[in-house]
């Protein structure tokens, strides 16, 4: 039973930042790809980034160059550093690692306030 825990989220005013941390456990797998989904009040989950073990990257352009995804593959932990947040960056975030299968966190709550 593969468990995807986060933490760091928060409450924090636009232009501030945010580290998010995500740990997975329990995959007899590799987790060949890691990151990081967010869904705000009424609207649909979306990709904010990913990485996989070999260390390539892939963002939303509405993060472009304001949120950075790091990965320690041995730990099976994944980073977000968010900088510059705004306040439509407000959502529930949610980690997920991709093995045999997609495995999903609980979610952490992200609000940027104005």
């Known amino acids: 039973q593969v468990q995807v825990v986060e933490s760091g989220g928060g409450l924090v005013q636009a232009g501030g930042s945010l580290r998010l941390s995500c740990a997975a456990s329990?995959?007899?797998?590799?987790?060949?790809?890691m990151g990081w989904h967010r869904q705000a009040p009424g609207k649909q989950r979306e990709l904010v980034a990913s990485?996989?073990?070999?260390?390539?990257?892939n963002y939303a352009d509405s993060v472009k160059g304001r949120f950075t995804i790091s990965r320690d593959t041995a730990k099976n932990t994944v980073y977000l550093q968010m900088n510059s947040l705004k306040p439509e960056d407000t959502a529930v975030y949610y980690c997920?690692?991709?093995?045999?299968?997609?495995?999903w966190g609980q979610g952490t709550q992200v609000t940027v306030s104005s």
């Open positions: 997920r690692a991709t093995g045999q299968s997609h495995y």
């Open positions: 329990g995959s007899s797998y590799t987790l060949y790809s």
């Open positions: 990485i996989t073990t070999w260390g390539s990257t």
